[in-house]
T-cell receptor, first 115, second 113 residues
């Protein structure tokens, strides 16, 4: 069974540009979450999508947005990139949302460098 | 504010040693606690704990949760160099239909031959 797949794996962007990252969850998983990982802040929750609806959003500016498609694949977009957006962006999938606790699996991430 | 604290921040051991990693939390509406291993790539799932006092084991790794004292430990016995990694603790909370996890800063484990 394929794991969580993220593309692209590495990218370099210039300040002010925008970027779109893609995530394909594990087959059958309907929940997709996004996290930002930086050396200073660690792993921080960005947002979660389930059945094409955003279920929860972390404390990030509106420049960070996402969406989920009917096949559960998800994309996140960052507009007007800033140097501080340089980070590893991790996608995580889970079979469902809510309940007493769900196992959550991570993809290998997209390394974004803003110059 | 919800908080997850891991200790120690880092440690160095020799192969064959046993290590204990700690995770304490202060969150509203605890749902679950998860442990991950991260080696310069995707965090790899280790355990999910939801009930107090029930030990989960996988090979040389084991973990237990204490919901009264609000902490969990991850034990690794007979450590190997391949165990070198950052170990992350994360807590899931209730709050609508959500899989949001709150992560600790991690414990960096270095196992020397």
């Amino acid at each position: 069974k394929a794991g969580v797949t993220q593309t692209p794996r590495y990218l370099i962007k210039t300040r002010g540009q925008q970027v779109t990252l893609s995530c394909s969850p594990i087959s059958g998983h309907r929940s997709v979450s996004w996290y930002q990982q930086t050396p200073g802040q660690g792993l921080q929750f960005l947002f979660e999508y389930f059945s094409e609806t955003q279920r929860n959003k972390g404390n990030f500016p509106g420049r960070f947005s996402g969406r989920q498609f009917s096949n559960s694949r998800s994309e996140m977009n960052v507009s007007t990139l800033e140097l501080g957006d340089s980070a590893l962006y991790l996608c995580a999938s889970s079979p469902r949302t809510g309940g007493s606790g769900n196992t959550i699996y991570f993809g290998e991430g997209s390394w974004l460098t803003v110059v | 504010e919800d908080k997850v604290v891991q200790s120690p921040l880092s440690l160095v051991v020799h192969e064959g040693d046993t290590v204990t990693l700690n995770c304490s939390y202060e969150v509203t509406n605890f749902r679950s606690l998860l442990w991950y291993k991260q080696e310069k790539k995707a965090p790899t799932f280790l355990f999910m704990l939801t009930s107090s006092g029930i030990e989960k084991k996988s090979g040389r790794l084991s973990s237990i949760l204490d919901k009264k004292e609000l902490f969990s430990i991850l034990n690794i016995t007979a450590t190997q160099t391949g165990d070198s990694a950052v170990y992350l603790c994360a807590v899931g909370v209730y709050g609508g239909a959500t899989n949001k996890l709150i992560f600790g800063t991690g414990t960096l484990l270095a196992v020397q031959p």
